[in-house]
């Protein structure tokens, strides 16, 4: 570990100084020599408060701070924490203490605000650089330098910095890559990286609320020899600009009666964790507890974080040993939030808060990462607990923006880990991701394979030289050389024992049918299983037995020296039919049931969709069957996320309990959006979202229960009418009769016309939504309401359909083109030039048209706006042939039925002339305006010719215009920029009728 915990060791104080909070001191010692003797001693600074309390903040305790045997002199750099008025230098070791020859306190300035930036303290001291792995300080050419290994990093100590304030690294200091300056509020939480833009002014700006900054180096793309070290010869930062008006930390919130004790040292997970717990009690109550290093004499609650402080509950550790769990135990008023792991304890944290109060951490957007109620304080009547997840490994694929994404993910019990390709990423560690190494088969073999082209597979008679293949499975080099790097991946593990490591096949068909590979293979039982085609698509049961066969034999190469680890393998497109040959145990298969499986229906239910090779139930057999095969442990690659409306966690929650039912340990989704300003899929299903995230840990839940949870937490006053709109959503989800599919790649388009449109709720759904926003009673609820309906009429409108308003006054007010009637109506007005008949354009029209539809319940009434800058250049028919085709400058729409089965021409003309096909019994009226920027057409449509007698819930519409100035030209132009008699359903606008 970085870090030295607490020991048994004795403790001495030799000397106490006073200090100012956020003041930074160079503390110089001098001791006796010290004999060689073998035994450990240190030396060690606590900060204490007026009150006599030791700060977590500002104690140091850390592994280099070691008293070496022929050293009697001692330096450190450092700043004193906020409301600390006192610093104690203490000795601990099991034999005595050193006699202190000498000590001093000095008050410095940083020369470049980093502590210690230039390294010149020399190697061995890292002031200002406490925390560290897989990296040092080194003297070249003698001069201090900051070296940071493959995946390693090096994390300063706090600075202070300006809050608002503007500011870019020293000229000459370590740029690019692997810098990143890091902002913390006044509780040293960290807010986030700060972004360096070189050609903005300043280059970065700190947050309105940061306090303190810290700078992190890393290695970055282990793939590139120049980043797999990162050499830092000094860092700094330099003022650039004013601060933004008004920033700044304000006023502290007043203590609270409860304290947080962490001792210092900790994993840095922990710390997290109690800045997390401290952070959300200021929250919910409005009060911040101190963070201790030793528990205070106060007869107050006292909540110890972290597995060193919780050795009294020894079966309680041994029980979530090897897992992710967390234990929540009290006595008196001692109340202890620990797990076997670090990360346990992040878990921990939470749950108890959840438990003890009504937060939720619904999303990732910063804007909606948390909902709670107001507390006078926090009873903890909740805190004898203890769980462990059901799933080793709980996985959803990150998207942008990871930071946040990931916070999210250690609140509601995810533990997604992130590769090594691109460095150690310390935040999202720091927020409980493990770090792991990924690759396919044929890129563990990488190099090797260029240099030997028959590792690559022999596809129709040639060798397929591609990374995006499956390897020679029989090459016999093949499962020695991917174990091989797999080992020197293992190796370039900052955490050790490694927890798992994956080699998966291509996303493709592509297999080997060389000589040996089209062999039969002779099978434990005695049995042989030949060949029925070089090809897996049509034999993927031969295929996914070879490929099962290499990685057990790197699993066999791997195990006797990584007994704990797990070689995770996809069980994709052909390897998904489970092989004839049995795993060995290190391997982690993740079944995907892709892409024909309906993620409206669990596997188990049989309802895939069947085309070429897949049978409705063949997902059902296979899941089944890698459950009896594998008893050894079972994944699940999911794909849980669709564009649209959606029930998806109540599919997900009865895969997750038939896959945890047959020995699954790792559950999981990819596809998750970032969550971020943008309309995104977070808005029409977060609950569905959250709801997975939180089975991942216990699929036993009922996800109808949690769905109601997070409506009443999150929505709040609008809750009600957000369930009324998801219990519409659901009844189309689970309707036998439906036949709607669903999976991955499903579009909104499908969604919507089969869940809204296709059973006649749309309306009725949109009112939901309505009567959410203005029913939202908290300011968070209302914007979420009003983005999941802005969410619904973009989905509407995506494919063609637009609301036409009922406008009561339009019975008496048609037919006048300047009414202000009009402007209630539903309006379009981009419309594009026909070139082609054939395929649409994006070319505007010029001159451009203008439409608004309205209607009264009995009649639909159309006001085309033809602008025309020379409207008396138009060609025409005289003015007395009224009906007759205008043919010359006009307007034309199609009308028809939802089904356009009763569909009609009408095309009107400046002069009043007009033409409708078929007109029989069609009784409409017209009337044209010019004006003297165009003219206006005003057409009043019977309903009652277009469906249900006397309003149908929707018609069809389509628009168009001939421009013609000249009897020999003419221009067309329409909305979609295909001709109007281009009858492709796609060009065509449904008109809801409101």
Not at 443 to 458: R, S
Request: glycine residues 8%.
């Amino acid at each position: 570990m970085l870090l030295v915990r607490a020991a048994c060791a004795q403790e001495t104080y030799l000397q106490t100084f006073p200090v100012e909070s956020n003041r930074y001191y160079r503390l110089t010692f001098e001791i006796e020599p010290l004999p060689d003797d073998g035994l450990e001693r240190r030396w060690v600074l606590h900060p204490y408060t007026g009150e006599g309390d030791q700060l977590f903040d500002g104690s140091f305790e850390w592994g280099w701070q070691r008293l070496v045997p022929g050293q009697t002199l001692y330096r450190h750099e450092f700043l004193a924490a906020e409301e600390a008025v006192e610093l104690r230098l203490g000795f601990r070791s099991t034999a005595p203490a050193p006699p202190l020859k000498s000590a001093s306190l000095t008050p410095v300035t940083p020369a470049n605000v980093v502590l210690n930036g230039d390294f010149a303290l020399g190697p061995g001291n890292q002031s200002g650089w406490s925390e560290m792995n897989l990296a040092s300080i080194i003297n070249e050419a003698g001069a201090g330098l900051l070296q940071v290994n493959l995946n390693g990093y090096a994390l300063s100590d706090y600075f202070l910095v300006e809050p608002g304030g503007g500011c870019n690294l020293m000229p000459g200091a370590k740029t690019w890559p692997g810098v990143t300056l890091l902002a913390y509020d006044r509780q040293r939480r960290l807010i986030g990286a700060v972004p360096r833009v070189a050609t903005n002014n300043p280059p970065m700006r700190l947050p309105a609320e940061a306090v303190y900054g810290r700078m992190l180096f890393n290695t970055t793309h282990d793939h590139i020899p120049a980043y797999c070290t990162n050499r830092i010869t000094f860092t700094g930062l330099v003022r650039h600009g004013e601060p933004l008006p008004g920033a700044g930390p304000g006023a502290p919130p007043p203590r609270a009666d409860e304290e947080i004790v962490l001792l210092p040292g900790s994993d840095p997970r922990e710390v997290h964790a109690a800045r997390e717990l401290r952070h959300w009690i200021a929250k919910l109550t409005g009060r911040l507890p101190p963070l201790l290093a030793r528990p205070s004499a106060r007869p107050n609650i006292k909540l110890f974080i972290g597995a060193a402080q919780a050795a009294g509950f020894a079966e309680d550790l041994a029980w979530l040993a090897g897992s992710d769990g967390y234990a929540v135990r009290r006595l008196g008023n001692a109340i202890h939030i620990f797990g076997a792991k670090p990360r346990g304890t992040l878990y921990g944290v939470h749950a108890f808060l959840e438990r003890n109060s009504d937060i939720i951490w619904p999303r990732p957007h910063p804007d909606f990462e948390a909902f709670w109620t107001p507390l006078e304080n926090l009873a903890y009547t909740e805190a004898d607990v203890r769980s462990r997840p059901a799933f080793e490994m709980r996985h959803i694929s990150r998207g942008q923006g990871g930071y946040r994404f990931q916070q999210w993910m250690m609140r509601n019990g995810l533990n997604t880990d992130f590769r090594l390709h691109t460095g150690f990423d310390y935040l999202l560690w720091e927020c409980g991701a493990p770090s792991s190494y990924g690759d396919s088969h044929i890129g563990w073999i990488g190099a090797a394979a260029d240099a030997d082209i028959t590792f690559y597979p022999l596809v129709d008679g040639e060798r397929s030289v591609s990374r995006w293949r499956q390897p020679c499975y029989t090459h016999p080099e093949t499962a020695g050389t991917i174990a091989a790097a797999i080992r020197r991946a293992l190796d370039r593990m900052p955490e050790q024992p490694a927890e798992h490591i994956s080699s998966i096949i291509a996303d493709n068909w592509t297999v080997c049918a060389c000589e040996r590979c089209m062999q039969p293979i002779e099978l434990p039982d005695g049995s042989r299983l030949a060949p029925q085609s070089p090809y897996a698509v049509n034999d993927p049961l031969f295929f996914s037995t070879r490929n099962f066969i290499m990685l057990n034999a790197v699993a066999e190469n791997l195990a006797p020296d990584y007994p704990g680890l797990r070689l995770i393998t996809h069980a994709y497109i052909f390897t998904a039919e489970p092989p004839r040959v049995k795993l060995h145990p290190m391997i982690l298969p993740q079944f995907a049931a892709y892409p024909t499986q309906n993620a409206r229906f669990p596997i188990r239910d049989g309802k895939g969709q069947v085309i070429s090779g897949y049978t409705a139930d063949i997902w059902q057999r296979r899941f089944d069957a890698w459950g009896a095969w594998h008893p050894e442990g079972l994944g699940y690659f999911g794909y849980y996320y669709t564009a649209g409306f959606n029930a998806l966690a109540d599919t997900a929650a009865v895969d997750f309990r038939d896959l945890a039912a047959r020995g699954g340990i790792q559950a999981h989704t990819e596809g998750f959006p970032p969550d971020d300003d943008t309309l995104s899929t977070w808005d029409v299903d977060g609950a569905e979202k959250w709801i997975m995230a939180r089975l991942m840990w216990d699929p036993g839940q009922d996800p109808n229960v949690l769905r109601d949870t997070y409506f009443r937490k999150v929505f709040r006053g609008a809750a009600p009418s957000i369930t009324a709109f998801h219990a519409l959503i659901s009844n189309g989800w689970h309707d036998a009769a439906s036949t709607l599919f669903v999976n991955c790649h499903a579009t909104s388009k499908d969604l919507f016309e089969g869940l809204l449109v296709g059973p006649g709720i749309e309306q009725t759904a949109r009112e939901k939504l309505v009567q959410a926003v203005a029913a939202a009673d908290h300011p968070a609820s209302q914007r979420l309401a009003e983005r999941m309906l802005a969410h619904f009429d973009a989905y509407r409108e995506a494919i063609g359909r637009r609301v036409v308003p009922l406008v009561e006054e339009a019975t008496e007010e048609w037919s006048d083109a300047v009414s202000p009637h009009w402007e209630k109506a539903f309006v379009f007005a981009d419309f594009k030039q026909v070139t082609d008949w054939r395929r649409p354009t994006v070319e505007a029209a010029d001159p451009p048209t203008e439409v608004r539809v309205m209607h009264d319940g009995t009649r639909l009434y159309i006001r085309a706006k033809a602008f025309d800058a020379n409207v008396g250049a138009v060609v025409a028919p005289p003015p007395e042939e009224l009906n007759v085709f205008p043919n010359g400058d006009r307007v034309e729409f199609m009308v028809a039925d939802t089904a356009v089965q009763n569909r009609r021409l009408l095309a009107v003309g400046p002069h009043g002339h007009r033409y409708a096909s078929p007109d029989g019994g069609f009784v409409w009226e017209i009337r044209t305006v010019v004006q003297s920027d165009g003219w206006v057409a005003l057409l009043a449509l019977p309903l009652a010719g277009f469906g249900a007698d006397p309003q149908p819930a929707a018609v069809k519409l389509r628009a168009g215009r001939v421009y013609r100035h000249a009897r020999d030209e003419r221009q067309e132009s329409t909305p979609s920029g295909a001709s109007l008699f281009n009858l492709h359903e796609s060009f065509w606008m449904d008109l809801v009728l409101q």
